[in-house]
């Protein structure tokens, strides 16, 4: 079975500028969620989607970061525009039981550095 | 207070230790917990995922839960080089809930 896949793995902006990272979970995964995960801490939630519904975006800085999961399975997530402190590793996560289950698979995960 | 407290260590052990890693957490309502491991530059794999209180064993890993004190373990037994990792750990109020994840705990296993 395929693992979570997310790109691209490294991502190098200014800030000011917008990026894009794209998840696919697991098939047949209902839930996605997408993470920030700063150096030296765990990760942060920013968006959890059942099916292609917002579950949780109550972390999310909705003035610069969006999140889409068209037709229930891939998803983007994206900063526009990025600042300094959105310098992290960005990590996408699916679940398969209905309401997410408490098994979450985690993708490699997208390295930003804002620079 | 943080929902999540868990010492970054770092931790470093001779080959063949026996490692205990911990959390502590604030929220009463947690009914899961869940550890992970991190490999440097790669994502978090799960290790462990227990409900309530409890011990859950398997192979050299042996998670325990008491909920009465708000504490978790995570020991790893025969310590091995390839269990040097940064160790997570996550807990949830029940299914669909959002994880709370400790800051991690760095493990170096010395051969």
């Known amino acids: 079975e395929a693992g979570v896949a997310q790109s691209p793995r490294y991502k190098i902006i200014e800030k000011r500028q917008s990026v894009a990272f794209w998840c696919n979970p697991i098939?047949?995964?209902?839930?996605l969620y997408w993470y920030q995960q700063i150096l030296g801490q765990g990760p942060k939630l920013l968006i959890q989607f059942q099916n292609n519904g917002v579950v949780d975006d109550s972390q999310l800085p909705k003035d610069r970061f969006s999140a889409e999961r068209l037709k229930g399975v891939d998803s983007t997530l994206k900063i526009q525009p990025a600042k300094l402190e959105d310098s992290a590793v960005y990590l996408c996560?699916?679940?398969?039981?209905?309401?997410?289950?408490?098994?979450?698979?985690f993708g490699p995960g997208t390295r930003l550095t804002v620079l | 207070q943080k929902e999540v407290e868990q010492d970054p260590g770092p931790l470093s052990v001779p080959e063949g230790a026996i490692v205990s890693l911990n959390c502590t957490y604030s929220?009463?309502?947690?009914?899961?917990f869940m550890w992970y491991r991190q490999y440097s530059r790669k994502g978090p794999e799960l290790l462990m995922y227990t409900y309530s209180s409890g011990n859950k064993e398997d192979g050299r890993f042996t998670a325990q839960v008491d909920k009465s004190s708000k504490y978790i373990s995570l020991f790893i037994r025969d310590s091995q080089p390839s269990d040097s990792a940064t160790y997570l750990c996550a807990m949830s109020e029940g299914t669909g809930n959002q994880f709370y994840f400790g800051t991690g705990t760095s493990l170096t296993v010395i051969p």
């Open positions: 996560a699916s679940s398969s039981a209905q309401g997410g289950g408490n098994e979450q698979f």
């Open positions: 098939s047949g995964h209902a839930t």
């Open positions: 929220n009463s309502a947690f009914q899961y």
